[in-house]
């Protein structure tokens, strides 16, 4: 099991950037062993994909993201950042970390991200 806590959420206009941190706690295996991504819920919506980092590092976005989106991982830190920039109004939503390892997932509670003028 492990603990994910986002920050890094809040209000930006349009054209802004925002870094998220997801930060991993209280795990039983080392932080390096989980894939990671970032999600995100816009109101009325599914969560959807944004982007994964692998285990060693290997990087996929969806498509609309890429170029915009950078996701990154420090092992040493047990933390995940997702770096945003040109953000748009689409790109309202809670964003949320997950941690895979084997069959297991896990979910933070989510940080919420305002795109607006």
């Known amino acids: 099991q492990v603990q994910l806590v986002e920050s890094g959420g809040g209000l930006v206009q349009p054209g802004g950037s925002l870094r998220l941190s997801c930060a991993a706690s209280?795990?039983?295996?080392?932080?390096?062993?989980?894939?990671m991504g970032w999600y995100r819920q816009a109101p009325g919506k599914q969560r959807e994909l944004v982007a994964t980092?692998?285990?060693?590092?290997?990087?996929d976005y969806v498509e609309s993201m890429k170029g915009r989106f950078t996701i990154s991982r420090d092992n040493a830190r047990n933390t995940v950042f997702l770096q945003m920039n040109s953000l748009t109004v689409e790109d309202t939503a809670v964003y949320y970390c997950n941690a895979k390892f084997d069959v297991l997932q896990y979910w933070g509670q989510g940080t919420q991200v305002t795109v607006s003028s």
């Open positions: 980092i692998t285990r060693t590092g290997s990087t």
């Open positions: 209280r795990s039983s295996i080392s932080f390096s062993l989980y894939a």
